[in-house]
């Protein structure tokens, strides 16, 4: 079985004598490795031995505490709550097979387990007949209402009808699954745009949030992902999934230092209590290994 980053950080320390530019050269391509991107590793580490050796630090401990400072410097946390009394709509991007429309179910579960009664899912993946079933499937089993149309009908119509059937029980949230189908951007972007508007137009201000599903396990290709749903539509926060030990971690340093996005929430598995809130400081520790 491969090492982790930080057993491998572990074994980088044993076997070396001292602290120097072979170190600090290993310990990059360890992070590039580990899925964070060669640009974030090289300027993580470029800080790291200046630091190291302004402060003349050689210890282990010492180093590992430093370059944890660094990574949770570039990594961000946001705790997404829908606002009583208003009405939420919040729109799930992502590509095809990272796990979106289980990650809707999990948030509706998520919160109505947290005391939000008015939730309903919009089935706004229109062009995957297999995306509006399993939708419909979740909300059967969580006892969470489904609004879909047919197989390939507007996806801003079903968001429209969402909106409005949580707004006749007073306020609440909408959490749409959208379509993910990179491979023609331009069609994506414009269709991604449509919905974006509808969402904000039947958002209450500043209740209408974006969200994008990544695959930890995917890494550069994860930042490139969200880069073009950001640059459609602007991205509030990150919901990773497989956060499992096959992810090696390093991503999330990456999207936040490149993109600045913050991270809401990760799922480790595929039942629906498998989600959790995003805690920064936790999570480089399990990268490192601490």
Known sequence: MKKSFGERIKSLFSKTSKINEDFYDE???????????????FQIVDELSEICSHEKITDQNEIMQKLKALLLDCVKAVELKPETDKQNVWMILGVNGVGKTTSVAKMGNYFKEHGTENIVL??????????????????????????????????????????????AKGPGLVLADTAGRLHNKENLVRE???????????????????????????????????????????????????????????????????????????????????????????????????
């Open 122 to 167: 919009a089935s706004a993946d229109t062009f995957r007949a297999a995306a509006i079933e399993q939708l419909n499937m979740h909300g059967d089993k969580l006892g969470i209402r489904v609004v879909s149309h047919q197989h390939g009908s507007d996806p801003s119509a079903v968001v429209f009808d969402a909106a409005d059937a949580v707004k």
């Open 27 to 41: 310990l990059t391509d360890m992070l590039v490795e580990g899925d964070v991107g060669a640009k974030t590793a």
């Open 192 to 290: 991604l745009q449509k919905i974006d508007r509808t969402c904000s137009l039947k958002a209450d201000e500043g209740c209408y949030k974006k969200i994008i599903v990544i695959d930890s396990t995917t890494g550069q290709n994860a930042l490139r992902q969200a880069e073009v749903f950001n640059d459609a539509v602007g991205v509030d926060a990150i919901i990773m999934t497989k956060c499992d030990s096959t992810a090696k971690g390093g991503v999330a340093v990456s999207i936040g230092r490149e993109l600045n996005l913050p991270v809401a929430f990760i799922c480790t598995g595929e039942k629906y209590l498998d989600i959790s809130l995003f805690d920064a400081e936790k999570y480089i520790d399990d990268f490192l290994g601490l």
